[in-house]
C-alpha cells in the first residue's frame, strides 16, 4: 500500500510561517504529481498548490499565489508547503495527495491521501 502522511501543522499568528511536510512511504508508484489541498469547516475542499514531480513543474491557487511555495525531494519522496504572510483565512485542513496522471486541479484524479494535518491562523 501506499501512505501519505503529513506534519508541520499547528497554530500560527497572522502574518507567520509554517512549513507542511508530505512524506510517501509503503510501495512504490509512479508519481506524476503530488498536491495540496485544505478544507475549512462547511466549506468544500480546494486546490492549493501542486508540482509535477518530473521536472518540479509547480502550480498554485490565485489565493496563495506569492505566499506559499510548494518544492519536493525526490531522494526522499517528500513534498513541502512553505506557508509565508498567513491569513486567518487560510484557517483549514491541509491534505497532501498524490496521483498517477490525471488533471492537476481536480482532487478528484488523485489517487492517494494523508490524514490532513491542522492549520490554524489567529487574528
Known amino acids: 500500500q501506499v501512505q501519505l502522511v503529513e506534519s508541520g501543522g499547528g497554530l500560527v499568528q497572522a502574518g507567520g510561517s509554517l512549513r507542511l511536510s508530505c512524506a510517501a512511504s509503503?510501495?512504490?508508484?509512479?508519481?506524476?504529481?503530488m498536491g495540496w489541498f485544505r478544507q475549512a469547516p462547511g466549506k468544500e475542499r480546494e486546490f492549493v498548490a501542486a508540482v509535477r514531480w518530473s521536472g518540479g513543474l509547480t502550480y498554485y491557487a490565485d489565493s496563495v499565489k506569492g505566499r506559499f511555495t510548494i518544492s519536493r525531494d525526490n531522494a526522499k519522496i517528500t513534498m513541502y508547503l512553505q506557508m509565508n504572510s498567513l491569513k486567518p483565512e487560510d484557517t483549514a485542513a491541509y491534505y497532501c495527495a498524490a496521483q498517477s496522471y490525471g488533471t492537476i486541479f481536480n482532487a478528484r484524479d488523485y489517487d492517494y491521501w494523508g490524514q490532513g494535518t491542522q492549520v490554524t491562523v489567529s487574528s
Open positions: 509503503g510501495r512504490t508508484f509512479n508519481r506524476y504529481a
